[in-house]
């Protein structure tokens, strides 16, 4: 009799566990897309995730900080999912067990070793596999439907490969960005509110490029190997204050489509670390003596030797200048063959620098193929921006209680 007593409690316990468990994997609806929900479970545990990789804490004014971009990210991938089916767009288990792998580097291998991970550290495994499943479907529907509407012609390959190598007077920068889109038309308001967001983010010490990363809304090819962009290939509200930064600034402002966030990271003369320099050094403990010398007193032909008044000249040859100093770079790259620097303080000696060769290390020269390759890049990014912008604004997006 007790023995059934203790076995009908443990069937009550058991069963009231999983109703609980179901209640609390549904809890209740905050958006439909289509016929695609979001509940409060998916957004609470997508926020669990977010912060656990931004390593903050789980506290209520940190969950509070990521909220709105998690959910308007969640928006986006259920539209992407909705989108890829409809173009009969799927995948094998095991082409997301591999996507999952890559993007967690974790080996594909010990998938369930990830997933015990996980569950121990407190996560939904569906709920990341949902995530993942979104971006994979999103991929492959790209590769798809844009990557067969790209025609690159030999002229346009010619033409920006003749603008790369002309390597005079003009700026590429390595720099991150995120671009907070408005939901509609006009409306600023949102947009404005997820930037304001992301800058309270950065204030707590996490990196620009782990934020963007996680935050950001715009497709960016994964085989686009080098950040660093030629002015050219810049719009222009962007270049201008990219030309105002200075390395390791953060700015935001108002963009055609939303609010930009840019951080410059670093800027050089284009073509700069594609050359090798060979030049003299003049270096003397007196400031007017080296004043006093001309261009043309010093010629390149000579050798490091100790000239009159104790000022020693030093040559150095085919140095590329990721290999000098800071100094050395930013006067070298700007000068011309022949010519000779102004007097330069250089901790306690002063100094003149005279360029006397600057020729391309081909090794390190940019060919046609790697053009055409940033040409598509671009032309991908730009057009899957496009399709997902307009995707979102064309959805019927119903929130609950709001």
């Known amino acids: 009799m007790i023995s059934n007593i203790i076995l009908f409690l443990l069937l009550k316990i058991i069963f009231f566990e999983n109703i609980l468990f179901a209640q609390e994997k549904f809890e209740g609806m905050i958006v439909s897309i ?75 291998d010990d998938f369930n070793g990830f997933k015990s991970f996980l569950e121990e550290e407190g996560f939904d495994i569906d709920i990341l596999l949902d995530q993942m499943s979104s971006e994979l479907l999103w991929k492959k ?9 790209i025609n690159i012609s030999e002229q346009e390959i010619q033409d920006s490969f003749d603008e790369r190598t ?27 509110k997820k930037m304001e967001e992301f800058l309270k983010l950065l204030d707590k010490g996490i990196t620009f490029e782990n934020l963007s990363k996680k935050f950001n809304e715009v497709y960016t090819m994964e085989s686009q190997s080098s950040r660093w962009v030629l002015e050219d290939n810049i719009e222009n509200t962007t270049k201008e204050s990219l030309q105002k930064m200075k390395p390791g600034e953060i700015l935001s402002f108002q963009d055609t489509d939303g609010y930009k966030v ?84 250089n901790e306690a000696e002063f100094m003149r620098l005279k360029l006397c060769k600057k020729e391309v290390d081909k090794k390190r020269a940019i060919s046609k193929i790697d053009i055409e390759k940033k040409i598509y890049t671009q032309k991908f990014n730009q057009m899957a921006n496009t399709l997902i912008s307009n995707l979102r604004k064309n959805t019927n997006v119903k929130f609950f209680n709001k």
């Open 34 to 108: 289509d016929r695609e929900i979001i509940t409060t479970y998916d957004l609470s545990q997508r926020i669990k995730l977010a912060l656990k990789s931004l390593n903050l804490e789980d506290s209520i004014s940190n969950r509070d900080s990521v909220r709105e971009r998690m959910l308007e990210l969640l928006i986006l991938e259920k539209i992407k999912t909705i989108e890829a089916k409809k173009n009969d767009i799927s995948h094998t288990e095991e082409e997301l067990i591999n996507f999952t792998s890559n993007i967690y580097n974790f080996s594909k």
């Open 262 to 345: 840019i951080k410059l990271n670093k800027k050089r003369f284009y073509g700069s670390s594609n050359f090798r320099y060979s030049f003299l050094k003049l270096s003397a403990f007196d400031e007017v003596t080296l004043k006093k010398i001309q261009k043309d007193d010093v010629n390149c032909g000579m050798v490091s030797e100790t000239l009159e008044n104790n000022v020693e000249l030093t040559k150095f040859e085919k140095i590329l200048l990721d290999e000098m100093s800071r100094i050395f770079r930013i006067n070298l790259e700007i000068l011309d063959e022949g010519e000779m620097t102004n007097v330069l303080k």
């Open 166 to 192: 002309k390597n005079k007077g003009k700026y590429e920068f390595d720099f991150n960005e995120i671009l907070f889109l408005n939901d509609l038309p006009g409306n600023w308001k949102r947009s404005k």
């Open 141 to 149: 529907f790209l590769q798809k439907t844009i990557a067969s509407k």
